[in-house]
């Protein structure tokens, strides 16, 4: 029994090694990652439901891990959250969105751009300046950029971002809660925050036509958002029957699959003429 106790000990300890040995490798290869121009950005439309239009665009940061393929965001950005690296991702994430921005701004799109911020981020005392150096080099309207937070980094140090969302209202960027309804907060940040949008998340969307409840939790959010003259969006419409339910409730946008999935930024012209009137 004994010997067994410690054969099984060293199967175990055999495979915390490779666990962390792979983490460590990961996080070693994400730190290079920026230096050697890695990552990229795609793009996926967010749609008017009323006119059929494309308003805007999410930035979703993507990897090319050399020997790995492409490595989604989920399995990186909550390890270079905990290690700190997000804050320079972060940057760069703002500087190419902005970039893209007055590219197809001379190209005549009219959109705006999303970026996803996470809550390191916003510990930065710079951050502001940051966002506004950027619209500056890009000659950005500051109403084009538009930033999504989720309830916990909102909640998080609320007197903090209380301060600093205000600051960049006063700019005149756009304010979006991402995932919203997922958080477990109270709802009283909505009225104490200068916010502009809300964005159900997928996860309400994904059987609104199949189980009444989300059905219903996505007509409140609309209503709700609609009172609060919030913009409301939908995440993650995979098919015309649940764009059909959401536009019936009065949600203002959609993005999601049945559009287009997340695309390179130079499918973005393309998929924008498709939609323009004639
Ligand atoms: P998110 O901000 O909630 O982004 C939406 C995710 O849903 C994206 O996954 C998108 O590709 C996916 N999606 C869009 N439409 C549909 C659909 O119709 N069906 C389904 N099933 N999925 C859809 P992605 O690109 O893998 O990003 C995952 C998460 O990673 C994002 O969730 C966001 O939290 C984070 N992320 C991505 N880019 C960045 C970034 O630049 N900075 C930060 N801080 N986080 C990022
Ligand atoms: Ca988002
Ligand atoms: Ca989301
Ligand atoms: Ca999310």
Redesign the pocket.
């Known amino acids: 029994a004994k010997a067994n106790g410690r054969n099984r000990y060293h199967f175990y300890n055999h495979r915390l090694d490779n666990e962390q040995s792979e983490r460590v490798e990961l996080e070693n290869a994400l730190f290079q990652a920026l230096r050697h121009e890695e990552f990229e950005?795609?793009y996926?439309p967010q749609i008017e439901i009323q006119s059929g239009r494309i308003i805007g665009v999410?930035?979703?940061?993507?990897w090319q891990r050399p020997g790995h393929g492409m490595v989604?965001?989920?399995n990186f950005?909550p390890l270079a959250?905990e290690n700190g690296l997000?804050t320079e991702?972060?940057s760069w994430?703002l500087e190419r969105a902005c970039a893209q921005l007055q590219q197809w701004q001379q190209q005549g799109l009219d959109l705006r751009v999303s970026?996803?911020?996470?809550a390191p981020?916003l510990d930065d005392a710079n951050f502001c300046d940051k966002v506004a150096r950027c619209l500056k080099r890009y000659r950005l309207d500051p109403s084009q950029l538009e930033l999504?937070l989720?309830e916990s980094i909102i909640m998080k140090h609320v007197d903090q971002t209380i301060q600093l969302l205000e600051q960049l209202d006063k700019m005149g960027v756009h304010l979006s809660v991402?995932?919203f309804g997922t958080g477990y907060s109270s709802l009283s940040y909505l009225k104490r925050f200068p916010l502009n949008k809300l964005?159900i998340?997928?996860s309400f969307v994904?059987e609104i036509c199949v189980d009444p409840d989300d059905a219903t939790i996505c007509r409140t959010i609309i209503s709700m958002a609609d009172n609060l003259n919030l913009t409301v969006i939908a995440?993650?419409?995979?098919d015309a029957d649940q764009l059909a339910m959401l536009a019936e409730f009065g949600c203002h946008q959609y993005?999601?699959?049945?559009f287009s999935?997340?695309v390179p930024a130079e499918q973005i012209p393309d998929l924008f003429d498709n939609t323009e009137q004639p």
């Open positions: 950005l795609h996926q999410e930035a979703l940061i993507r989604s965001p989920a950005i959250e997000i991702i972060g994430v970026v996803n911020l996470s981020q999504e989720t991402d995932d964005k998340d997928q994904r995440e993650g419409v995979e993005q999601g699959y049945f999935r997340p």
